[in-house]
């Protein structure tokens, strides 16, 4: 109230760098790799990014909507259709 609005009318939400493939820790280079030249070599990859098959992908996901988050955006590293197809088809379908 202190900035003259109303707490209760913000909504939370999340950006998540994420990478959608089955081997799971080449995913997690690539986003150690972008991450790290963006954020610094401090940036906690495994805490705050999604990545992994469509399954562990939507579970993380979930997990934030469960959490409260009511806008989650995902951030493709790199523009690669095949990522935004995975997304849009495989990971996407799986949230509540």
């Known amino acids: 109230m202190a900035a003259g609005k109303d707490p209760d009318a913000l909504d939370s939400g999340k950006l998540l760098y994420i990478t959608v493939g089955e081997d799971r820790m080449r ?3 690539q986003l150690t790799a972008f991450t790290h030249a963006y954020y610094g070599s401090q940036y ?9 098959s469509p399954k562990e992908c939507a579970a ?4 934030f909507i469960d959490a409260g988050a009511k806008t989650i ?3 493709p590293t790199w523009p690669d259709v ?3 197809t995975r997304l849009a088809k495989e990971v996407v379908p799986q949230l509540q």
């Open 60 to 63: 993380k996901i979930q997990g």
């Open 82 to 84: 095949e990522q935004v």
């Open 27 to 29: 995913c997690q280079q």
């Open 73 to 75: 955006i995902l951030g």
């Open 44 to 52: 906690d990859v495994d805490n705050n990014c999604v990545f992994g």
